[in-house]
Antibody, heavy 118, light 110 residues
């Protein structure tokens, strides 16, 4: 079964850090670019970051640039999102998603909630 | 980073057709055929409905179709059904921001 499973969400204080992980199954992870997309409660989708299939290039939304780092370990079949200097406005469900090509996201994880609050 | 512009809501009766617009700029929708559409039911994960402007993934009903003219892409749903009631998001590759989503459109089936 083709799926993505995220882990690592939770509650963190402003200024804190958190790391999300995303483990795929049912497809060859090392062949595909991967994204993180977030959705604040009751709000729309916001693209966060993208990493090429081999990790050679990474791209970020301005809102997270310099604070978040996307990475992947193809030997461990895992995608990561390291989130530092977290702010209240980072509170959202975070989804990892597979890029089927040309920035279309065909497989999405179930989402992990990240709450930034004191 | 400005989101693509979508109407906040649209509605239609069962059996009718509706169209959702998605307006961008020459840096995204206007210059690239990398427009996608997603359907999201409440509490559920987004589902890819259209990619590359007008292509349907396997398993998506042919009642869903996509098109583009200039800086505006459109999603048309024909033969509206109750199960189509959901939020719909467009997205596009962008030369300035990599990937940008629309603000979302709530479709109500009357």
């Amino acid at each position: 079964q083709v799926q993505l499973v995220e882990s690592g969400g939770g509650v963190v204080q402003p200024g804190g850090s958190l790391r999300l992980s995303c483990v795929p199954s049912g497809f060859t992870f090392s062949h595909y670019g991967m994204h993180w997309v977030r959705q604040a409660p009751g709000k729309g989708l916001e693209w966060v970051a993208f990493i090429l299939y081999d990790g050679s290039n990474k791209y970020y939304a301005d809102s997270v640039k310099g604070r978040f780092t996307i990475s992947r370990d193809n030997s461990k079949n895992t995608l990561y999102l390291q989130m530092n200097s977290l702010r209240a406005e980072d509170t959202a469900f975070y989804y990892c998603a597979k890029d089927v090509g040309r920035f279309s996201l065909d497989i999405w994880g179930q989402g992990k909630m990240v709450t930034v609050s004191s | 980073q400005s989101a693509l512009t979508q109407p906040a809501s649209v509605s239609g009766s069962p059996g009718q057709s509706i169209t959702i617009s998605c307006t961008g700029t020459s840096s995204d929708v206007g210059d690239y055929n990398y427009v996608s559409w997603y359907q999201q039911h409440p509490g559920k994960v987004p589902k890819l409905m259209i990619y590359d402007v007008s292509n349907r993934p396997s398993g998506v009903s042919n009642r869903f179709s996509g098109s583009k003219s200039g800086n505006t892409a459109s999603l048309t749903i024909s033969g509206l059904q109750a199960e189509d009631e959901a939020d719909y998001y467009c997205s596009s590759y962008s030369s300035t921001t990599t990937l940008v989503f629309g603000g979302g459109t709530k479709l109500t089936v009357l």
